[in-house]
């Protein structure tokens, strides 16, 4: 049983290496061989796609091309420009921030999505080597996710806490311990990542491919035509679309339709929002339809959605048909030395692809190997490892949107854009929940 899982994740990762080679949608093909072979020759049945994440990217993607075609992107990296004048390089610091914000409110990292190609352009625009900024922002909307008051992860941990009779810990606990530690993980990675990789001006492999045309080369400000007329409109409009988003996310009640039992799920909310925002964006701003589909920001997305499809599918079933193996032998390592659990936590999280699901998971094992649950609320974030394989929705996307492809999966796979600044929040965000437990509680 062992050998078998082992050759079925040497498929998982030669298939991703592979669609690394081939880069685009060819991570989604690829992902999708490497799901027959599990098929054909292993006989896993595999899940269902991964329908919701692709959808909502759609459809924040939908709204962001109508912006895009409409002059707002444009009008949003000017205003970004003047606030990282002083010093550039305040935009690999900013970026994350701003994503950590608005994920902690709206309780979902897809937020991150219509940002990327602010932050590319940016970042671009400024000389800064975008893989700086776009990586960490992108973990940083994730790292939000152990720290939002409306996250599925968060709410499980307390559905959790309750029904273990442990009451007694609850949100403010979490809040307590788990913002002051994310955003320091968060800040301390964006500051490593300020010193990823070379500067575009030193980078050959760069500069060669902008001399070649491959690369669409930065405007200086003076290069840059007028905005177009509706520029500030649809970028008001799209902003105003994300606030919706957030307030649904921060007041769940508003969610809940007369007779309800639960809230709408915060998928469809954002499916539904910004598909009718982008339709309002539509009518207002007079955008010639024509132009939408030939939106950078479009093609980017489209293409992470194929990634998603197959690359998320193929890790999916593979973790599906072997749950039972894995999340034991995990709970067999942490009850041999129960300050490992972080580390059960983190690699089950790598193949789960959800903080919550992992929550749900293994914190009933942490809680029954007597862990203190001040220190279950500091191993928190350690379910954010979901970047270590580079297959996670948002990091595709942020792959696709940095045209300058400084933003990357390594020939060795492993070695990706992601893999410092997540290991580095990861780590700092742990230490900091330990170090606030103890000072706390």
Not at 37 to 53: H, M, Q
Not at 328 to 344: D, L, R, Y
């Amino acid at each position: 049983m062992t050998l078998t899982i082992i050759l079925q994740f040497v498929v998982v990762l030669a298939a991703i290496w592979m669609g690394a080679r081939y880069s685009g949608v060819g991570l989604g093909l690829w992902g999708a061989v490497g799901l027959l072979i599990l098929i054909v020759g292993f006989g896993v049945t595999p899940t269902s796609p991964p329908i919701d994440v692709m959808l909502i990217i759609l459809a924040v993607i939908m709204a962001a091309s109508v912006m895009d075609a409409a002059g707002g992107i444009d009008f949003l990296v000017r205003i970004a420009e003047r606030i990282i004048r002083a010093n550039p390089k305040y935009v690999t610091i900013v970026a994350p921030l701003t994503t950590w914000s608005f994920s902690f409110v709206a309780g979902t990292g897809h937020i991150v999505y219509p940002l990327l190609p602010v932050i590319y352009e940016t970042a671009h625009q400024s000389g800064i080597r975008p893989e700086r900024p776009m990586a960490i922002a992108t973990i940083a909307s994730q790292q939000a996710i152990t720290a939002s008051p409306v996250s599925a992860a968060t709410a499980a941990m307390i559905g959790l806490f309750a029904e273990k009779g442990l009451g007694q810990w609850g949100l403010p606990e979490i809040l307590m311990i788990c913002v002051p530690a994310t955003l320091t993980g968060v800040v301390v990675a964006a500051v490593v990542s300020m010193f990823v990789g070379k500067d575009l001006k030193d980078d050959a492999e760069y500069q060669a491919r902008l001399q070649a045309g491959e690369i669409p080369a930065p405007k200086a400000l003076a290069d840059r035509p007028p905005l177009k007329p509706a520029a500030r409109l649809s970028a008001c409009l799209f902003l105003c679309g994300v606030a919706l988003v957030v307030v649904f996310g921060f007041f769940p009640e508003l969610r809940k339709l007369p007779g309800a039992k639960s809230a709408l799920g915060m998928p469809i909310v954002i499916e539904v929002v910004m598909m009718a925002v982008a339709a309002i964006m539509l009518m207002l701003t007079r955008v010639n339809v024509d132009e939408i589909p030939k939106t950078a920001t479009l093609r980017a997305g489209v293409v992470a959605v194929i990634g998603i499809f197959g690359l998320a599918w193929l890790g999916d079933s593979f973790i599906a048909a072997h749950k039972e193996v894995i999340v034991p032998a995990i709970g067999h390592w942490a009850e041999v030395a129960p300050w490992t659990f972080a580390f059960g936590l983190f690699f089950a999280s790598v193949l789960l692809y959800s903080q919550a699901a992992t929550t749900r998971a293994l914190m009933p094992l942490g809680m029954a190997l007597g862990i203190p649950p001040q220190f279950l609320i500091a191993m928190f974030p350690s379910v954010n490892g979901y970047f270590f394989i580079p297959t996670y929705g948002s990091l595709i996307a942020a792959i696709n949107f940095d045209l300058s492809g400084t933003t990357r999966i390594g020939k060795y796979v492993l070695n990706h854009s992601f893999m410092i600044p997540g290991v580095v929040a990861t780590v700092v965000a742990v230490t900091s929940g330990l170090l606030l437990a103890r000072v706390i509680f």
